[in-house]
Structures are given as structure tokens and as C-alpha cells.
């Protein structure tokens, strides 16, 4: 799998960006996928996973009810949908994908994904 992260940029607190993750390579739609993020000086933090059918979902607290991610299997993107930022999610946002089984479920640690997209830089800030 190899993974295309794109869509980031500067936004106002109170704004909303969307991010993509377009993959290419293995059978996409067979394994989980994620969005983690690294603020300078912090470590990598998952912020949402997705599971390889769409159908279950996880957020970390500091962004539910603000972010909702998605996946299109047919066409192997996935999204990041981003609502009411804060200058807290400034950050380089990372797509992975978890292919060590297929169908497996959804995990938080990002040292089980083993694809991994080139970031894209998220700036929330007046």
C-alpha cells in the first residue's frame, strides 16, 4: 500500500478542513486505517481509526464531536473531516493502514501500522 495524504493548510480557530488519504497498491479496502498526528515537540497521537468497512469508528477525546473520519473503498481514499479547530490541532496529520490481517479490527498504537502516508501540515491559527 502506498498512501497520499493531501488537503492541509492554515485555518482560523473555528474553521474546518478536509483531509485525504488516497491509497494505491494492496487491497485497500481489506484493512483498517487511521489519521495520527505530531505537534512540534510532542509525540505521534492517533486521532481517529476507521475499521476496513467503515463501520466502526474511534476518536481520541480531544476531537470528538469535531472530527469524523471516512473511507471510500471504490475509489481507496479515506477522509478526515475537521470542524471547530483549535490552535491545539496544529500539526502534520499521517494517513496509516494496518495491514498484518485482513479484516482486523481497529488499534490505537501506531507502531502496528505498517504503511504510512508523508504528512500534511494542519496550522490552526488568527
Known amino acids: 500500500v502506498q498512501l497520499q495524504a493531501s488537503g492541509g493548510g492554515l485555518v482560523q480557530p473555528g474553521g474546518s478542513l478536509r483531509l485525504s488519504c488516497a491509497a494505491s497498491?494492496?487491497?485497500?479496502?481489506?484493512?483498517?486505517m487511521a489519521w495520527f498526528r505530531q505537534a512540534p515537540g510532542k509525540e505521534r497521537e492517533i486521532v481517529a481509526g476507521?475499521?476496513?468497512?467503515?463501520?466502526?469508528?474511534y476518536y481520541a477525546n480531544s476531537v470528538k464531536g469535531r472530527f469524523t473520519i471516512s473511507r471510500d473503498n471504490a475509489k481507496s481514499e479515506m477522509y478526515l473531516q475537521m470542524n471547530s479547530l483549535r490552535p491545539e490541532d496544529t500539526a502534520v496529520y499521517y494517513c496509516a493502514a494496518e495491514t498484518s490481517r485482513r479484516y482486523g479490527e481497529i488499534t490505537i498504537h501506531d507502531y502496528e501500522y505498517d504503511y504510512w502516508g508523508q504528512g500534511t501540515l494542519v496550522t490552526v491559527s488568527s
Open positions: 476507521i475499521s476496513w468497512s467503515g463501520g466502526y469508528t
Open positions: 497498491g494492496r487491497m485497500f479496502s481489506l484493512y483498517p
